[in-house]
């Protein structure tokens, strides 16, 4: 082990008060400086590269949350959109069940004692949405004011969808000892389309004598 120099104190005594002072503040300023060069000036440009860095991550921080919000907001209203889609593609039937529901309205107007003039069923449409078909058929009946009222509120009442448009109402008239009136309007079933499929429209089952 390498031995130091032995500390000549006879040395130090001969140097005066003020130049051990001035000696002192040397040595504390060549620390001082030492410090600054070598530790705390590379620590200084450390904080302010990482200063900068975490004030990126911030701004990036915020722009994720803002994102993730509506984000959040999207996929609730995705979600509400579905249930709404879900409600009405439960009145939307297939095809074929669509056929069969414009029978049933028919013989609800058979038995409510409405003649069917007129069934006549118009080629099927696709909406430009794809989601649904329109089965619309034309239709003529005849019966008394009120029973025609009543077979239209039961054609509202059904679940599915089927609507009246058109409605045009003839003057009453007087018929088998009754007064009835003549009815014309468009009758449109919707349903689910299917694809491949061409289904037509049931005829209105005649009215027996």
């Known amino acids: 082990m390498m031995k130091l120099p032995p500390l000549n104190l006879d040395l130090l005594r001969s140097v005066s008060f003020v130049q051990k002072v001035g000696l002192l503040l040397m040595v504390l300023a060549g620390i001082i400086v030492g410090f600054y060069y070598y530790v705390a000036e590379p620590k200084s440009a450390e904080i302010v590269a990482l200063q900068g860095t975490i004030g990126a991550l911030d701004s990036e921080i915020q722009t994720l949350t803002i994102k993730v919000k509506h984000l959040d907001e999207i996929i609730a209203a995705n979600k509400q959109l ?113 694809e491949g499929k061409l289904v037509a429209v049931a005829p209105a089952t005649p009215q027996k004598n």
């Open 82 to 194: 579905e249930v709404e889609l879900a409600k009405k593609k439960e009145r939307l039937p297939p095809e074929e069940e669509a056929v069969m529901l414009l029978k049933q309205v028919s013989d609800l107007g058979i038995r409510l004692g409405l003649d069917i003039k007129l069934w006549k069923p118009s080629p099927k449409s696709e909406d430009p949405s794809k989601l649904f078909v329109r089965l619309p058929v034309n239709v003529e009946i005849s019966g008394g004011y009120h029973t025609a009222a009543l077979f239209f509120d039961r054609i509202n009442a059904m679940p599915r969808i089927v609507t009246v448009s058109g409605l045009k109402m003839g003057a009453p008239k007087f018929e088998k000892g009754r007064v009835v009136t003549q009815t014309v309007f468009d009758l449109v079933a919707y349903a689910a389309p299917e």
